[in-house]
């Protein structure tokens, strides 16, 4: 009997498949990742839509960057808020990092996502940071992302909400006069690592992408139920016929860093997810040639993200 595991049917494939055919079942899975399950229930205008963001005002540091206040719509009727960290000087295009974030109740304006972007800023990069809902600015009760799932009582998939909140951002970035829209990153460390695995697995657009303890497979998953226990991560409809590498297999042959916290005192702790992930999907970037394009790190941290 054929296992079902899509662990070891992600193997499979990759031997048995050549790395064009490889690409083409990448950009089948890809479409019906969005359009069967993350757009469904969703109005295309909505999900079609140029992105809508309103500049609020410019701070400046006099430290080498700026920061740029902005105001955005996901959807209609539903804003959000970032800030768009900028070099003080740039010269021609430069890159730009989209920032998302996990379930820190102090939102963007943490300390640390805060000092990542400053570092990209202070590299000659642009950094915008999202806020996400429920946390920081977004943090009324109304807001929280788990009531996402009460989307699925009007036929809408929670998953398009989230994957519009961070691909609005890349949206807008790319309108920006000073990024090259060919150098464009996603990273973000536990909920954040997980919107930039599919906001980096389904927009071809991002071509560097770098997730912290964002994720696992069936195997951890069901060991460690906690670590998928909500709506964002676990959205309706997205592990039936594939698991949750399936998706970063679609990076392939972009450049993808995976980092995951030995001593991680929250979730997809280091060494009970690498077998599942980082070594299932090494066949895959091999069977396109670029094996050194997947990257793992691991750090000896708790729950947190490296510097930039």
């Known amino acids: 009997m054929k296992t079902l595991r899509a662990g070891s049917l992600l193997v499979a494939l990759t031997a048995a498949i050549s790395g064009g055919a490889a690409l083409l079942r990448a950009q089948t899975l890809r479409k019906h990742l969005l359009d069967d399950i993350a757009f469904h229930g969703w109005p295309r205008e909505w999900v079609d839509a140029a992105p809508k963001f309103q500049d609020m005002g410019v701070l400046e540091t006099g430290n080498g960057y700026r920061l740029r206040e902005l105001r955005y719509e996901i959807v209609p009727g ?37 000092k990542r972007c400053i570092n990209f800023a202070k590299r000659g990069m642009l950094a915008l940071s999202l806020e996400w809902p429920g946390f920081g600015e977004l943090s009324q009760s109304e807001n929280a992302h788990d009531y996402g799932a009460h989307l699925d009582l009007v036929g809408a998939n929670a998953l398009g909400f989230f994957y519009l909140a961070t691909r609005r951002g890349l949206d807008y970035l790319v309108t920006l006069p000073q990024v090259d829209p060919t150098r464009l990153g996603v990273t973000g460390l536990s909920g954040g690592g997980w919107q930039s695995i599919t906001l980096g697995a389904l927009d071809e657009r991002v071509a560097v992408m770098v997730e912290v303890a964002g994720f696992g497979a069936l195997e951890s998953n069901l060991t460690h139920p906690i670590d998928t226990d909500e709506i964002e991560e676990n959205p309706t409809d997205f592990t039936a016929g594939q698991d949750y590498p399936a998706p970063v297999a679609l990076r392939a042959p972009r450049p993808t860093l995976l980092i995951h916290n030995a001593e991680d005192d929250c979730c997809f702790r280091a060494d009970l997810v690498k077998p599942y992930i980082f070594d299932r999907l090494q066949p895959f970037f091999r069977l396109l040639g670029q094996e050194e394009a997947l990257a793992w790190y691991e750090a000896g941290s708790r729950h947190a993200q490296l510097p930039a």
């Open 78 to 114: 539903y804003q959000s808020t970032a800030i768009l960290y900028e070099p003080e000087k740039v010269s021609g295009r430069v890159s730009a990092i989209l920032n998302v974030h996990g379930h820190d109740q102090l939102g963007k304006a943490a300390e640390y996502k805060q």
